[in-house]
T-cell receptor, first 114, second 109 residues
Framework: EPEVTQTPSHQVTQMGQEVILRCVPI?????FYWYRQILGQKVEFLVS????????KSEIFDDQFSVERPDGSNFTLKIRSTKLEDSAMYFC????????????FGSGTQLSVL | DAKTTQPNSMESNEEEPVHLPCNHS???????IHWYRQLPSQGPEYVIH???SNVNNRMASLAIAEDRKSSTLILHRATLRDAAVYYCIRRPSGSRLTFGEGTQLTVNP
């Protein structure tokens, strides 16, 4: 089965630094998502992206966060100035069509902010 | 927020059936019921979804109550690999998935 690929699997950064998390969604998918999961907590929605623009975002997704689809294959999440509380597992997901199509999730990037 | 209620944890024995319950008493007529699971150190994985009728796929079955206020995910023969957190999610068509706490399923050998 096709997969969503995320790189790197682990990222360590210093507080205040910028990080970019990368995802390669499944090739014919049109809807893209970022979720995060702080250790021991729920999986939380951050943002959804369709047709080269954000379609929905949560309260977590503030001005420090941005997403981009720089080419036909990559989907990135940038955190401009990381905080300690940004430490979490970040999951990228994609789906093919509108409606109730299932989401495919990547295995995540573990971000540690020191 | 779309709310469901699940037990925090359940236990099963290998090769026995598992019935994971979910209550969604305030579900609206157009909300689908989705189930995802999360194995340790992995991203969520789709299991099954349905609207009104019972559904079967290669992973599981979904039994939806006639009034749609509850549903049950059925794993027909649990394996050790099925140990995971199972999430029952109400999802208005096309909207984002909102995860709750889920049910931690332990499978005993």
């Amino acid at each position: 089965e096709p997969e969503v690929t995320q790189t790197p699997s682990h990222q360590v950064t210093q507080m205040g630094q910028e990080v970019i998390l990368r995802c390669v969604p499944i090739s014919n998918h049109l809807y893209f998502y970022w979720y995060r999961q702080i250790l021991g907590q729920k999986v939380e929605f951050l943002v959804s992206f369709y047709n080269n623009e954000i379609s929905e975002k949560s309260e977590i997704f503030d001005d420090q966060f941005s997403v981009e689809r720089p080419d036909g294959s990559n989907f990135t999440l940038k955190i401009r100035s990381t905080k300690l509380e940004d430490s979490a597992m970040y999951f990228c997901a994609s789906r093919q069509r509108d409606g109730n199509e299932k989401l495919f999730f990547g295995s995540g990037t573990q971000l540690s902010v020191l | 927020d779309a709310k469901t209620t699940q037990p925090n944890s359940m236990e099963s024995n290998e090769e026995e059936p598992v019935h994971l319950p979910c209550n969604h008493s305030t579900i609206s007529g157009t909300d689908y019921i989705h189930w995802y699971r999360q194995l340790p150190s992995q991203g969520p994985e789709y299991v099954i979804h349905g609207l009104t009728s019972n559904v079967n796929n290669r992973m599981a079955s979904l039994a939806i109550a006639e009034d749609r206020k509850s549903s049950t995910l059925i794993l027909h023969r649990a394996t050790l690999r099925d140990a995971a957190v199972y999430y029952c999610i109400r999802r208005p068509s096309g909207s984002r998935l909102t995860f709750g706490e889920g049910t931690q399923l332990t499978v005993n050998p």
